[in-house]
C-alpha cells in the first residue's frame, strides 16, 4: 500500500487556462480523501493528473516513494473509477473485469480467482456472463468498481462515480464503497461536488476552489458551524 504526495502541482491548459495552481497536499496510506468543490475548480484535473491521464506543468506527484510525473497510467499501480463507468459494451462482465489483467500477461487462473473474487464481495456473481446493457446502473457501477479492485492497486481514484445514479442508489452506493475502502484499505482519492458524500466518505476533507485548496481537514473541522 501507498500514500499520495502532491508538491506545488500544477496544470496550465492550453490557451493559458490555470486549472490548478500549486496543490501541496499528503494523502496518508489507506485513508479516504474526497476532493470538493463547485464544477469547474479543478478536481478532476487534479485527480487526472494523479492517474497520469493529464500532463503535470509542474510541482510533483509521489505515489509511495516513486515520483511518478513521467509515468504511463498503466505504471503507476492505480486504478480509476468514472462516472460512465467506461465498461465494454460488446464484452460480458467477466472479460470486462479481467480485460486489464489480460493486458498485463497475468496468468488465466490467476485472472479467474480475481474476478470470482471481486465478485462475490460485490454481489454480481449471478451476473458475470451479461453485457453491460443487461445490467441497471448500479449493477454497471459495481462491474466498474470490480474492475478496479481485481487490479490490486496501491490507489483508487474516483471521479464522481455516482453521479449517473438515482438518489436512493447513490446513498446504497457510497455505503458500499465506504465499507470496501474500509475492508480493503486501499488509499483512495475520490472527487465529488456533493457535499454529503464528501462528508460521509472521507477521513481528510479537501475543499477546492479555483484551481486551490481553500480548507483541508477532518469532515468535523471543515464543517465545523462558528
Ligand atoms: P472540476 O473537475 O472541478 O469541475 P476541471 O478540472 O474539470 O474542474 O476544470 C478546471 C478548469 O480547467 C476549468 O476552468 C475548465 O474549463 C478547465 N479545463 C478542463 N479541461 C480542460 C482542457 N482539456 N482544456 C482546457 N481547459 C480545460
Ligand atoms: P477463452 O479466453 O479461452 O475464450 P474465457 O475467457 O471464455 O476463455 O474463459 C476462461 C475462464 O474464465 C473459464 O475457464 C471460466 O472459469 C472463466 N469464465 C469465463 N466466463 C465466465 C462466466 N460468465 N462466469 C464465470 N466464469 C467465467
Do not use: W
Not at 21 to 49: A, Q, Y
Not at 140 to 156: D, H, L, S, T, Y
Amino acid at each position: 500500500m501507498a500514500g499520495v504526495t502532491l508538491d506545488t502541482v500544477r496544470k496550465i491548459y492550453a490557451g493559458n487556462v490555470e486549472a490548478v495552481k500549486g496543490v501541496s497536499l499528503g494523502i496518508e496510506d489507506g485513508s479516504f480523501c474526497v476532493l470538493v468543490g463547485p464544477s469547474g475548480c479543478g478536481k478532476s484535473t487534479l485527480l487526472r493528473m494523479i492517474a497520469g491521464l493529464e500532463t503535470i506543468s509542474g510541482g510533483e506527484v509521489k505515489i509511495g516513494d516513486r515520483v511518478v510525473n513521467q509515468m504511463e497510467p498503466a505504471d503507476r499501480d492505480i486504478a480509476m473509477v468514472f462516472q460512465n463507468y467506461a465498461l465494454y459494451p460488446h464484452m460480458s462482465v467477466y472479460d470486462n473485469m479481467a480485460y486489464g489483467l489480460k493486458n498485463r500477461k497475468t496468468p488465466k487462473d490467476e485472472i479467474d480467482r480475481r474476478v470470482k473474487e471481486a465478485a462475490r464481495i460485490l454481489a454480481i456473481e449471478s451476473f458475470l456472463a451479461r453485457k453491460p446493457r443487461q445490467l441497471s446502473g448500479g449493477q454497471r457501477q459495481r462491474v466498474a468498481m470490480g474492475r478496479a479492485i481485481v487490479r490490486k492497486p496501491q490507489v483508487f481514484l474516483f471521479d464522481e462515480p455516482l453521479s449517473n445514479l438515482d438518489a436512493k442508489l447513490r446513498v446504497q452506493m457510497r455505503v458500499e464503497i465506504k465499507r470496501l475502502q474500509r475492508a480493503l484499505g486501499v488509499t483512495s482519492i475520490y472527487v465529488t461536488h456533493d457535499q454529503v458524500e464528501a462528508m460521509t466518505l472521507s477521513d481528510k476533507l479537501v475543499v477546492m476552489s479555483g484551481g486551490q485548496i481553500e480548507q483541508v481537514g477532518s469532515p468535523a473541522e471543515v464543517y465545523r458551524r462558528p
